[in-house]
């Protein structure tokens, strides 16, 4: 330490160096509190709501008490420009520091970068336990242990002149100004290097924030022309934004289900985007494994409990169980020409519920195999699982009910025709199935005989494809599939969409729908 100290007196490049390492920390800082100050409606909730490690009770209950939170979140913003200022002109330095790093050490222990622990948390890059909050407080220590006398800032100054008026109130003239005899003006320069780096600071925050202005204007513009996709920011609803949780039924078996269930098209990359032959691939990047993570522990703390999927995805849930994030269900559709080894696979790897895939089972059903389908249905149910049947076309679930299979539930699609690509009628003698799916996006295309048929049958139905691929507005969607029988409902989101699609779900549940059912409502 004596060492280290005898160079810090005699380097200057060592000096100058520390004084750039503290305005840069400073600066963070600052910007920090600054951004969160003008953000409307910014809160920690998200942050400490999301907290999994040491102490997440505690955090969680600042989340969920208003009144302590508004507090928690007026700390942290000042306390950040607070410390920002202070470390950008060396002034309480030692003070600053030790606030900056018990700052940081929250942040960390409410997330941090350990295996598993840091999903829903955005980062620009790739940490494992150690990450910049770390970094950054190792700094913060190094100001803490060293004198702030050896590294040019307010509280050098202060020292010089202190030790100045020492020695003057012991001299024969005491008159003499501690500024021309004891300090100079070099030196009042070196200790205020930090106030030109400021005024770049305050003139880079005030053109940013003149951009951002500049956005929110043309944002507010009547004129949708003149928003272009490159410009327009976009703001979604958090956690704090939650006005109540959707609610659960065990009409599928024992199972505690969700009225809104997670589809897993989106995560598994199959976007039905009609001619846009790019979007399964973007949405396959978008979705890595810990945006998945994200998504599924977002849908937990609105109450959507399940995910509907295909088991090749299954180890990434596989992988949020292990890792203790979350308990999220899993409902297979056995995704696979071979019914049997599908369900088989589906179960293995944890699924609570199996049904077969609506495409495979349109396509037995038309080749007149529908034992293929009970052979998978019995093995499901003898595995001690709900057992489902899934279908895109009305005829499947009429032909399986009309050859005696009873599932635990039905999966079949539903959703109005009132959107652009429904417009043209299909020619069922010119495309095949599939080509109806690419080509019009039409999923369910007898709607009203559909919604009769349903209405006749006894068991649980989960109706799929309710917005038409992303054709239909939520709302709209949602309020048409309740309204005409179905008990839950599939809804394949992003991370950003979910707390709106769960608000949604619950209006639509606390109102009066149930009077415009044609069957009943299973509890």
């Known amino acids: 330490m004596n060492s280290f100290v005898i160079r810090l007196k005699s380097s200057g490049w060592t000096k100058a160096f520390l004084l750039i390492l503290r305005i840069a920390v400073g600066w963070h800082f600052l910007y920090e509190g600054i951004s969160k100050l003008f953000t409307e409606g910014w809160s920690s909730y998200n942050f400490l709501a999301l907290s999994n490690w040491l102490f997440s009770d505690f955090f969680h209950?600042?989340?969920?008490?208003?009144?302590?939170?508004?507090?928690?979140?007026?700390?942290?913003i000042w306390g950040l420009i607070l410390i920002g200022l202070?470390?950008?002109?060396?002034?309480?330095?030692?003070?600053?520091?030790?606030?900056?790093?018990?700052?940081?050490?929250?942040?960390?222990?409410?997330?941090?970068?350990?295996?598993?622990?840091?999903?829903?948390?955005?980062?620009?890059?790739?940490?494992?336990?150690?990450?910049?909050?770390?970094?950054?407080?190792?700094?913060?220590?190094?100001?803490?242990i060293i004198p702030s006398r050896y590294v040019p800032g307010i509280d050098r100054l202060f020292k010089y002149l202190r030790d100045k008026y020492r020695q003057k109130k012991e001299s024969e003239n005491p008159y003499k100004s501690p500024v021309v005899d004891g300090v100079g003006r070099r030196e009042v320069i070196k200790n205020l290097a930090a106030l030109p780096v400021f005024g770049g600071f305050v003139i880079a925050a005030i053109k940013k924030k003149g951009w951002l202005s500049y956005e929110e204007k043309f944002l507010q513009t009547d004129d949708p022309d003149a928003i272009t996709a490159a410009t327009k920011t976009f703001n979604f609803s958090?956690?704090?934004?939650?006005?109540?949780?959707?609610p659960a039924?065990?009409?599928?078996?024992?199972?505690?289900?969700?009225?809104?269930?997670?589809?897993?098209?989106?995560?598994?990359?199959?976007?039905?985007?009609?001619?846009?032959?790019?979007?399964?691939?973007?949405?396959?990047?978008?979705?890595?494994d810990e945006k998945v993570f994200t998504t599924f522990r977002l849908a937990e703390e609105c109450g959507i409990n399940t995910i509907i999927t295909n088991q090749t995805i299954s180890r990434v849930i596989n992988s949020y169980w292990h890792r203790g994030i979350g308990n999220i269900k899993f409902i297979s559709d056995c995704g696979s020409a071979n019914l049997?080894?599908?369900?088989?696979?589906?179960?293995?790897?944890?699924?609570?519920?199996?049904?077969?895939?609506?495409?495979?089972?349109?396509?037995?059903?038309?080749?007149?195999?529908?034992?293929?389908?009970?052979?998978?249905?019995?093995?499901?149910?003898?595995?001690?699982?709900?057992?489902?049947?899934?279908?895109?076309?009305?005829?499947?679930?009429?032909?399986?009910?009309?050859?005696?299979?009873?599932?635990?539930?039905?999966?079949?699609?539903?959703?109005?025709?009132?959107?652009?690509?429904?417009?043209?009628?299909?020619?069922?003698?010119?495309?095949?199935?599939?080509?109806?799916?690419?080509?019009?996006?039409?999923?369910?295309?007898?709607?009203?005989?559909?919604?009769?048929?349903?209405?006749?049958?006894?068991?649980?139905?989960?109706?799929?494809?309710?917005?038409?691929?992303?054709?239909?507005?939520?709302?709209?969607?949602?309020?048409?599939?309740?309204?005409?029988?179905?008990?839950?409902?599939?809804?394949?989101?992003?991370?950003?969409?979910?707390?709106?699609?769960?608000?949604?779900?619950?209006?639509?549940?606390?109102?009066?729908?149930?009077?415009?059912?044609?069957?009943?409502?299973?509890?």
């Open 61 to 76: 209950w600042i989340a969920d008490t208003p009144s302590v939170l508004s507090v928690v979140d007026f700390l942290n």
């Open 86 to 144: 202070a470390l950008f002109f060396g002034v309480f330095t030692r003070l600053a520091s030790a606030g900056g790093v018990m700052l940081l050490m929250l942040y960390y222990f409410a997330n941090p970068p350990l295996i598993g622990m840091d999903f829903g948390v955005p980062t620009e890059g790739s940490y494992l336990i150690v990450n910049k909050n770390v970094i950054e407080l190792l700094v913060l220590v190094l100001f803490i």
């Open 238 to 246: 958090n956690l704090k934004d939650l006005k109540e949780k959707v």
């Open 249 to 288: 039924s065990r009409a599928i078996g024992d199972l505690d289900i969700s009225r809104v269930i997670l589809g897993g098209n989106l995560i598994g990359g199959w976007a039905h985007a009609r001619e846009l032959i790019y979007v399964s691939k973007l949405v396959k990047s978008y979705h890595t």
């Open 340 to 523: 049997v080894e599908g369900a088989r696979i589906s179960i293995d790897h944890g699924a609570s519920a199996c049904y077969i895939h609506g495409g495979y089972a349109d396509s037995f059903v038309t080749a007149g195999r529908i034992d293929k389908i009970a052979e998978a249905l019995d093995f499901i149910k003898s595995n001690g699982v709900p057992g489902g049947i899934g279908a895109h076309r009305l005829e499947t679930v009429k032909a399986c009910v009309d050859y005696g299979l009873e599932p635990d539930f039905w999966m079949k699609t539903l959703h109005t025709k009132s959107y652009l690509n429904v417009k043209h009628e299909l020619d069922p003698n010119k495309y095949t199935q599939n080509e109806e799916v690419m080509y019009k996006n039409v999923f369910c295309d007898h709607t009203d005989e559909t919604v009769k048929y349903m209405s006749s049958l006894k068991q649980p139905w989960i109706a799929f494809k309710i917005l038409a691929a992303g054709a239909i507005e939520p709302e709209k969607g949602f309020r048409y599939a309740f309204e005409n029988g179905a008990d839950f409902i599939c809804v394949g989101m992003y991370d950003f969409q979910v707390v709106d699609n769960a608000n949604l779900a619950t209006g639509i549940l606390n109102s009066d729908f149930k009077k415009y059912r044609p069957r009943p409502w299973l509890a």
